[in-house]
């Protein structure tokens, strides 16, 4: 069974750093694209980050120069580095996986690419 456990969430100042990172069982994060996604209140869930298979990556906009992602394989582990928070960035944040076609680039910050969802780590930024 695919299990993904989010951690590293908290309450941060504007400009400030917090790194989430996503725990994962039951499959090889390197056979799996990984993603990180956020949605804030009254908003549409937004993808954040996401790395392929071949280790292709793709960022949303909103996020570049901002966020990393990154995954450790032997600890199955996959990490969001975010660097110079903003208010903006409050939301809940949640990791997803799912086995993915080599190449996958667009695909990486889309909802329907993964089937498996953790439960959410918050993040508030305060200005």
């Known amino acids: 069974e695919v299990q993904l456990v989010e951690s590293g969430g908290g309450s941060v100042q504007s400009g400030g750093s917090l790194r989430l990172s996503c725990a994962v069982s039951?499959?090889?994060?390197?056979?799996?694209?990984m993603g990180w996604f956020r949605q804030a209140p009254g908003k549409e869930r937004e993808g954040v980050a996401g790395?392929?298979?071949?280790?292709?990556?793709r960022y949303a906009d909103s996020v570049k120069g901002r966020f990393t992602i990154s995954q450790d394989n032997a600890k199955s582990i996959v990490y969001l580095q975010m660097d110079s928070l903003e208010s903006e960035d409050t939301a809940m944040y949640y990791c997803?996986?799912?086995?993915?076609?080599?190449?996958?680039?667009?695909?990486?910050?889309?909802?329907?690419?993964?089937?498996?969802w953790g439960q959410g780590t918050q993040v508030t930024v305060s200005s």
């Open positions: 790395i392929g298979r071949d280790g292709r990556i």
């Open positions: 039951g499959y090889t994060t390197s056979s799996y694209c």
């Open positions: 997803a996986a799912d086995r993915c076609v080599l190449g996958l680039e667009l695909g990486l910050v889309r909802s329907s690419t993964y089937a498996y």
